[in-house]
T-cell receptor, first 116, second 115 residues
Framework: GAGVSQSPSNKVTEKGKDVELRCDPI?????LYWYRQSLGQGLEFLIY????????KSGLPSDRFSAERTGGSVSTLTIQRTQQEDSAVYLC??????????????FGPGTRLTVL | GESVGLHLPTLSVQEGDNSIINCAYS??????FIWYKQESGKGPQFIID?????DKRQGQRVTVLLNKTVKHLSLQIAATQPGDSAVYFC??????????????FGQGTILTVHP
């Protein structure tokens, strides 16, 4: 079946502009995660959505970052007033939560954001 | 997703050799430890996991070893193939509050397999 998709695949923006990154998780996956990956670095957790529960926003680096998940499916990550240090690959992952011990997160291909 | 960088640890092996990738973790309260593989231009892909109360777990051509005494995790790949070339990340799972399945990733190791 279809995997996790993200759009756009690449985004180049100017410093100070707002950007929106989209994630379409695998149908039926109730958990959705956003991560950020800078060049040569591991993945940095940003935010987590689980069903109708309040999201875990503990990884968002500043109040310029926000995310929402509409209807328990599609998610949008918004970065306001982008800065050059926001340049990274933004990865989305989804996970079925049928079993507590299922650790497999399914990742999308990512959106490469470049802030000039 | 971009994964290759100049400062990641690297491991080069010949095709057919066994590979061992190591990871030091920080949180002794982690519930699970997981290995992911990331090929160039793609998102990470799950390989294998191990629960914190286990020492060893085997999969197809892969074995994960957990040493809680020294907070060390390793991934062994048997008969390494060129298709195994990628960046390998270890990750810890910590469930806290209402956040389940949240992962903390390590820096990654670049594995290069030479034919």
């Amino acid at each position: 079946g279809a995997g996790v998709s993200q759009s756009p695949s690449n985004k180049v923006t100017e410093k100070g502009k707002d950007v929106e990154l989209r994630c379409d998780p695998i149908s039926g996956h109730t958990a959705l995660y956003w991560y950020r990956q800078s060049l040569g670095q591991g993945l940095e957790f940003l935010i987590y959505f689980q069903g109708n529960s309040a999201p875990d926003k503990s990884g968002l680096p500043s109040d310029r970052f926000s995310a929402e998940r509409t209807g328990g499916s599609v998610s949008t990550l918004t970065i306001q007033r982008t800065q050059q240090e926001d340049s990274a690959v933004y990865l989305c992952a989804s996970r079925p939560t049928t079993f507590w011990d299922d650790n497999e997160q399914f990742f999308g291909p990512g959106t490469r954001l470049t802030v000039l | 997703g971009e994964s290759v960088g100049l400062h990641l640890p690297t491991l080069s092996v010949q095709e057919g050799d066994n590979s061992i990738i190591n990871c030091a973790y920080s949180n002794s309260a982690s519930d699970y430890f997981i290995w992911y593989k990331q090929e160039s231009g793609k998102g990470p892909q799950f390989i294998i996991d191990i629960r914190s109360n286990m020492d060893k777990r085997q999969g197809q051509r892969v074995t994960v070893l957990l040493n809680k005494t020294v907070k060390h995790l390793s991934l062994q790949i048997a008969a390494t193939q060129p298709g195994d070339s990628a960046v390998y990340f270890c990750a810890e799972r910590n469930d806290g509050g209402t956040s389940y399945g949240k992962l903390t990733f390590g820096q990654g190791t670049i594995l290069t397999v030479h034919p």
